[in-house]
C-alpha cells in the first residue's frame, strides 16, 4: 500500500513560522511530481505549491516570497516552509504525490495519493 503522511501543523501566531513535511511511503517505483494544497473552511482545497522530480517549482500568488516547497528524493519526502504566516493562512494543508507503484506481479501502477492533512492555524 502506498500512502503519505503529513507532520508538522500547529499553532502559530502571526508573522512566526512552520514547516511542513511528507513522507511517501509503500511500494514505490519513482515519484514524480509533489506538493501541498489547503482548504480553509467553506472554501475550495486550492493548489500551495508544487514541485517536479527534477526540482522545478511553482507557487499560488498569495504565497510567494513567504513559502518555500523542496523534496529530497532519496527519502521521498517534500516539505513546506512557511513564513511570515498570516491568518488568512489557517487551513488544513494536504500533501499530494503522483507515484508510480510496483505491483505484485512486477507491473506498474500511477497513482495519485493524498495524505489525510494537517491543521495549521494562524491565530494571536
Known amino acids: 500500500q502506498v500512502q503519505v503522511v503529513e507532520s508538522g501543523g500547529g499553532l502559530v501566531q502571526p508573522g512566526g513560522s512552520l514547516r511542513l513535511s511528507c513522507a511517501a511511503s509503500?511500494?514505490?517505483?519513482?515519484?514524480?511530481?509533489m506538493g501541498w494544497y489547503r482548504q480553509a473552511p467553506g472554501k475550495q482545497r486550492e493548489l500551495v505549491a508544487r514541485i517536479t522530480s527534477s526540482g522545478r517549482t511553482n507557487y499560488a500568488d498569495s504565497v510567494k516570497g513567504r513559502f518555500t516547497i523542496s523534496r529530497d528524493n532519496a527519502t521521498n519526502t517534500v516539505y513546506l516552509q512557511m513564513n511570515s504566516l498570516k491568518p488568512e493562512d489557517t487551513a488544513v494543508y494536504y500533501c499530494?504525490?503522483?507515484?508510480?507503484?510496483?505491483?505484485?506481479?512486477?507491473?506498474?501502477?500511477?497513482?495519485?495519493?493524498w495524505g489525510q492533512g494537517t491543521l495549521v492555524t494562524v491565530s494571536s
Open positions: 509503500g511500494s514505490i517505483f519513482k515519484i514524480n511530481a
Open positions: 499530494n504525490a503522483d507515484i508510480v507503484a510496483t505491483t505484485v506481479t512486477g507491473n506498474f501502477r500511477y497513482l495519485e495519493v
